[in-house]
């Protein structure tokens, strides 16, 4: 069966980094994007951009460039999210999501189950 | 950016009761829509997508309509798992925005 499978919480002081993964199993990795969508606390989901698993091309969302990266490590199915310079207002939780298409339609499948990232000094 | 409005926000309802919300797009997005279901410390479940097509595994009394600018996602008899927040999604062009949510509470 599909799972995504995210990291454990984080808590981290500002200006330091974090790395989030997301394992993917029970299917082709490199056959479907995978996305990442926040949500800060007691707000709703914003989405953040998507990788091509084949190219590993990245697209980001606005508010979402320069300090976060997506990256693959394909022999092992896992996604990463890297946010740089941390700061208080990254605390959120994190998720991925897996987009698939069926037809001409696209949605978001199968999602990890969420890393709290919390940044407090 | 295509912006996603759900109205209501909040809706308060009881048990057996019939719930509807509704998901407005600032540009027509034919039917690139889906509805997701999140509970409290979950991440959301996939519930509708194509605006009408029900997931595989989730009970029939979800059902959505709709196309171009303004869609619907109707409970026909709200059950008590059913108390959760719905967001409504855009996948008709990127950035894949989602609605601001709509909290359904007893």
């Known amino acids: 069966q599909v799972q995504l499978v995210q990291s454990g919480s984080e808590l981290k002081k500002p200006g330091a980094s974090v790395k989030v993964s997301c394992k993917a199993s029970?299917?082709?990795?490199?056959?479907?994007?995978m996305n990442w969508v926040r949500q800060a606390p007691g707000q709703g989901l914003e989405w953040m951009g998507w990788?091509?698993?084949?190219?590993?091309?990245?697209t980001y969302a606005q508010g979402f460039t320069g300090r976060f990266v997506f990256s693959l490590d394909t022999s092992v199915s896992t996604a990463y999210l890297q946010i740089s310079r941390l700061k208080a207002e990254d605390t959120a939780v994190y998720y991925c999501?897996?987009?698939?298409?069926?037809?001409?339609?696209?949605?978001?499948?199968?999602w990890g189950q969420g890393t709290l990232v919390t940044v407090s000094s | 950016d295509i912006q996603l409005t759900q109205s209501p926000s909040f809706l308060s309802a009881s048990v057996g009761d019939r719930v509807t919300i509704t998901c407005r797009a600032s540009?027509?997005?034919?039917?690139?829509l889906a509805w997701y279901q999140q509970k409290p410390g979950k991440a959301p479940k996939l519930l509708i997508y194509?605006?009408?097509t029900l997931q595989n595994g989730v009970p029939s009394r979800f059902s959505g309509s709709g196309s171009g600018t303004e869609f619907t996602l109707t409970i026909s008899s709200l059950q008590p798992e059913d108390f959760a927040t719905y967001y409504c999604?855009?996948?008709?062009?990127?950035?894949?925005?989602f609605g601001q949510g709509t909290k359904v509470e007893i």
């Open positions: 999501a897996r987009e698939q298409w069926l037809g001409y339609h696209y949605f978001f499948d199968y």
């Open positions: 029970g299917y082709t990795f490199t056959s479907y994007a």
């Open positions: 990788i091509n698993t084949n190219t590993a091309n990245p």
């Open positions: 540009q027509g997005i034919s039917s690139y």
């Open positions: 194509g605006a009408s």
């Open positions: 999604q855009q996948l008709y062009s990127y950035p894949r925005t």
